[in-house]
C-alpha cells in the first residue's frame, strides 16, 4: 500500500543526535517493510552507526551527507540565512524535490517551521501554518492546536486551525465527521474575545465535514468530549508545558510517597506493572511530538529530548499523515467554508 | 493575636450549600479560637443546623437571615441588579460596613466578583481585580495569576497581577522577596507579545519589594522557580481547567492499572498509604481556592464543588490574608512602581 513512501529524515537534529536516530530506524524499517528513508548528516558517523546493521538497512536506506547542523539555541533567522548546508535544510529540500514524502526531526523548532514555511510554502487558502500534538483521553486522543507557531491569532487563523486540526483527526485517527471545539472561558455563547466568538460564528455556518461543537473549557480537553481542540498558539504553548511540568510533578510526589514506608515500597513493587502502564499512557514519546500543519508537505518534529521509541513514533505519525492524505484534505476543506463567511 | 478579627460567610453558595458550610465552621472554629463568624443565609435552615452544636457556636457564630440567593448559573449582572436581597449580596456587605474583615463564598464567582467589585471597589492605583490560586510545585508551593477574571490583559494590568500576587506570597507564605515570573512561550526576551514584553520592561525598571525572574515557561510553574507565576485571565483559565481535567484522567487511568491484576490489586492495597499521600499533595481542596486579589476587601472562593474540608481551608487562606495584611501590601507596592515607567 505504501508502495513508494520515502521519509526524510534530518539525523544530526535534537539532543541525543544520530545514534538515536538510527536506533529509532530499525524499529521503524521492521514496522513499516514497504518505506525507504533518507538519512541527512554527517556521512562519516552515519555509515559508522549504519554499518552494524548493514543487511537490514540495505535498500532501504541512504545517507546524504550535509557539511553542518543547526543548534538547538540557533535563532530561526540565523539558521534561515546561515545553515543552507545543514541536515535540517537539506532534509526539508528532499520533500520539496518531490524525492521523499515527509520530513522528520527532532532538531530546533523554530528553524524547522522558518525552513519548513520557506522551501515547502504554506498550503493555498491557509493563512498560517500551526503546531498540533495528540493529547490522550478517557475515551481516546485529542488532536490539540495551536501549541506555539502563532502568539497572536484572530478569527479567521482560529479558523484555519480548525480546518487543518479535523483534517487531521481524520487522516489518523480515520474518523469520518471529527468533533471540533474551540478552547474558550465558558461554555455559553457571549463568553471569551473577539477571535474566539468571530472564529465560532464562522465554523456554525460552514459546511465542513466536522460535527463542531462549540466552546469547551480547558478540563473537557482530556474528558474526550472531541477529537480536535482549537486554541491560539500562546495559550496552546503554555497548556502543553504546563502538563508537561505537572506529569513531572506527580512522578516526583508520587515517587517520594511510595518510598516512605516498606508497605509502600513493597506495594509498589506488585503494583509495578500496573504503575508502568499508566506511564506509558501517559508517556509524551508516544504521541509524535509536534505535527507542523499548514505546509506544503508533512513535517513533524520529534521532542528535542527523545529517545529511540518517541523517534520511532514521529517516523510512524509523518507516516500515517502521508497515507490519509492529510494536505489534500486540508485543501479541499479549506475551500469549502463559505468565503462570506469568511470575509465576515 | 487576631483578636477581633470577623468571618463573613456565604452560606448558600455552591454546591453543596449551608451543610458544608456549618460543618466546615465546626473545623474552623477550633483551628481558630479567637476568630468570630456572620452566616448568611436562610435562618431557619442554619438554625437548625447550628442548634445540634449549639455550645460550639455559642459566642462565636451570628447569623444573618437573607431572603434569597444566587444560583450558580444566574448571570453576574442580573446577579447584581435582581439578587441585593441574597446572601451573597449581604455576606459582601458584611466587610464593606467594616463589621467583618473578610467574605467566604463558594457560590458564583462572575456574581462574586461583580457585586464585590461594586460594593467594595478597587484598590487605588489597581486598573483591574484579578483571581490567585496556589498550586503545589516540587519545593513547596506557587500563587498563579490571572485565573480567568481578565479575558484580555495589557502591559500594565500584568504588572498589577505581579505586585497582587507578590504581596499575597509575602503575606500567606512569609517571603521577604518572592521570586515572580512572567509566563511566556520562551524565557528569551524577545520572546511574546507586546503585553508581556512591555510587563518585562516596567518590572525590570521597578523597586519592588521582589526578584523579578523574568519570563518563564509553562513547565517551570510546578518545578518551583518562581513563587509568583503571572499570565492573561484567558490563559490562566484555561492552564487551571486544563491541570483539573488531567488530574482526573490519571486518576482514571490509575484506577484501571492497578484493577489489571492480582498483583497490582495486592500491591494498591498495600501502598494505599502512599497513594493517599499523593491523593492530598494533589488535592485542590487543600489549596483555598480563587483568591480575588485587588478588591478593598479580603473576599475568597471556594470551589462550587467543595465539602467542609475545602471550605474550611478557604476560611483559613482568608483569615491568613487579613493577618498577612495583603492589601497593605498592595496599596504600598502599587505606589512604588515609578510612573514613568507604567506609563511608558
Known sequence: ???????????????????????????????????????????????????????????????????????????????????????????????????????????????????????????????RPAIASVWPTQRGQVVVLDCGANIECDAELLVDFAIMGEALARAVFGLPRPRVGLVNVGSEEMKGHDAVKGAAQILRQSNLPMEFCGFIEGNNITEGVVDVAVMDGFTGNVVLKTLEGTAKLIAFFLKGSLKRSFLSRLGAILASGALLALRRKLDPRAYGGGLMLGLNGIVVKAHGGTDAIGFAYALDTAIEMVLGGVNNSIVADRAGVKPEAVAS
Open 1 to 127: 500500500m505504501a508502495g513508494e513512501l520515502t521519509v526524510s529524515i534530518d539525523a544530526m537534529g535534537g539532543d541525543a543526535g544520530p545514534a538515536v536516530v538510527v536506533s529509532a530506524l530499525v524499529r521503524s524499517i521492521q514496522r513499516h517493510p514497504a518505506v525507504k528513508y533518507i538519512l541527512h548528516g554527517d556521512e562519516t558517523v552515519l555509515n559508522q552507526l549504519l554499518a552494524k546493521r548493514k543487511s537490514k538497512f540495505a535498500g532501504r536506506v541512504s545517507v546524504r551527507h550535509a557539511a553542518s547542523r543547526v543548534a538547538m539555541d540557533d535563532k530561526p533567522s540565523f539558521a534561515l540565512r546561515r545553515r543552507r548546508d545543514s541536515s535540517l535544510w537539506h532534509a526539508i529540500e528532499s520533500v520539496k524535490s518531490g524525492e521523499a514524502e515527509c520530513v522528520v526531526s527532532a532538531g530546533n523548532t523554530g528553524a524547522l517551521m522558518a525552513m519548513g514555511m520557506f522551501q515547502l510554502g504554506v498550503i493555498n487558502g491557509i493563512s
